[in-house]
């Protein structure tokens, strides 16, 4: 939507078209936005008229004028002439622009000879009650130019002319800033388009890289396993073919569900290395029932629990901890229990804390385990407790589902 002229037409060119045709036609010109107001300074303006609008209200009055046969020179499309409120003759022409009313281009402030026009529309008010001094106003009224009836028409006319000019100006205006903008939007779709085509790029390159490191980084610790076999470097094999299960372990699907007995296996790689560093300060007991190793829960869910123990329950003091790991099943559910003896958690501790301690951070926090147990089962289900324990350590309890897992069993093993 257009606000207003002065949008889309160059006042500084507007002005100069009106000094032209009002030096050229004899008569005052001015042009107005669609609520009468004046766009450019005016032209030839009669000493009279001049005088008129050098008081407040005579200004007012002008401007009511000015507005009234503009907007009624919208209404007909068409150029129309009236009598002012002083009574002087003035036309005036509308400038449309996309069937949008902007303003008008007036000129006039003359009388007619003969009084040859019929009676032509007029906005009645009384000039007696200005603060204006009479005697002066009629001196400058007896000198206003006259002017037939065929000459005020042809200069109507031309008036039409011109504001079509005017609107042909400032649609050629409009066209080019749409072309503009329609260029911008071009470039910025351009320049989107290329950022998508260098994202799907890189992330082709991130693909391949990640399908090319692992099998490096695999067939790497195979080469070292071998040579620390060679030589007779028991531990270092060890400890590289852990690292390699554990590797292989983590490039699975994070929302998969893989069965009890896997999770044990891949805990029991992490805590070989962690066993090797520290000896025999870390001891870890697990009890799980027979019956549930088959049983399935998210993958990564008792490791990030144990790192937790070992990096807020050892790490910090360095003292020897014991870490139990258990599994049972109670009624409907199944009871997953890890407890350390370490320092414990935060007294008062009110939210799941994140595994993180100096130097590292576990790769999933008990955030993350708790709420993928949610994704998995239910909202009902995940860390059902977390405390510090009266003397020392902390527990942590989980709660799944037993009857949905075993569904989820039959199911996958009928389709085997």
């Known amino acids: 939507m257009i606000k207003s002229l002065r949008e889309f037409v160059d006042i500084d060119q507007l002005q100069k078209l009106q000094e032209q045709f009002a030096e050229a036609m004899g008569v005052a010109v001015l042009i107005c936005d669609a609520q009468g107001e004046p766009v450019t300074k ?3 303006f009669t000493a009279f008229c001049k005088y008129i609008r050098s008081c407040s209200e005579g200004q007012k009055r002008c401007i009511l004028s000015d507005d009234k046969v503009g907007k009624l020179a919208a209404e007909s499309k068409r150029p129309v002439i009236h009598r002012c409120h002083t009574g002087l003759v003035d036309f005036a022409a509308p400038i449309i622009l996309r069937d949008e009313y902007l303003g008008s281009i007036l000129c006039g402030q003359v009388l007619i000879e003969d009084e040859e026009l019929e009676e032509l529309p007029k906005i009645e008010m009384d000039l007696a009650d200005l603060p204006l001094d009479q005697e002066m106003l009629q001196k400058f009224f007896d000198q206003l130019d006259r002017k037939n009836k065929s000459r005020v028409q042809s200069i109507a006319e031309l008036l039409f002319v011109t504001a079509n000019y005017i609107v042909k100006l400032g649609d050629a205006h409009l066209t080019a800033q749409e072309l503009s903008l329609n260029n911008i939007k071009l470039l910025e779709e351009l320049q989107h388009r290329s950022e998508l085509e260098k994202m799907l790029k890189d992330t082709q390159l991130k693909v391949l890289q990640s399908q090319v490191n692992p099998h490096f980084l695999f067939n790497t610790l195979n080469t070292i396993s071998r040579l620390a076999y ?3 470097a028991k531990q270092t094999e060890d ?3 852990s690292l390699g299960k554990i590797l292989r372990y983590s490039l699975r699907n994070i929302d998969q569900l893989i069965p009890l007995k896997e999770e044990i296996e891949h805990l029991e790689y ?3 290395i962690q066993q090797t560093r520290y000896r025999d300060q870390i001891k870890i007991v697990i009890n799980i029932e027979d019956h549930l190793l088959d049983y399935k829960i998210p993958i990564f869910t008792l490791q990030p629990i ?3 123990s070992i990096v807020h329950g050892f790490e910090s003091t360095g003292d020897a901890i014991t870490i139990i790991v258990e599994a049972y099943t109670e009624k409907e559910k199944i009871v997953i229990n890890v407890i350390d ?3 414990g958690i935060e007294e008062n501790s009110t939210s ?3 595994s993180k301690g100096t130097g ?6 008990l955030n993350n385990v708790d709420k993928r147990i949610k994704h998995a089962f239910g909202s009902q289900w995940g860390i059902a407790r977390l405390e510090q324990l009266s003397q020392v350590g902390t527990f942590v309890q989980l709660h799944m589902p037993w009857l949905v897992s075993f569904i989820i069993f039959f199911l996958l093993w009928k389709a085997e």
Do not use: A, C, F, K
């Not at 590292?360 to 926090?365: A, E, K, N």
């Open 42 to 44: 005016p032209s030839q």
């Open 341 to 343: 003896d370490g320092v």
């Open 352 to 354: 799941i804390p994140l």
């Open 306 to 308: 144990v790192e937790n």
């Open 360 to 365: 590292h951070t576990t790769r999933i926090g």
């Open 230 to 232: 060679m030589e007779n």
């Open 239 to 241: 400890v590289t073919y």
């Open 270 to 272: 992490y805590l070989s």
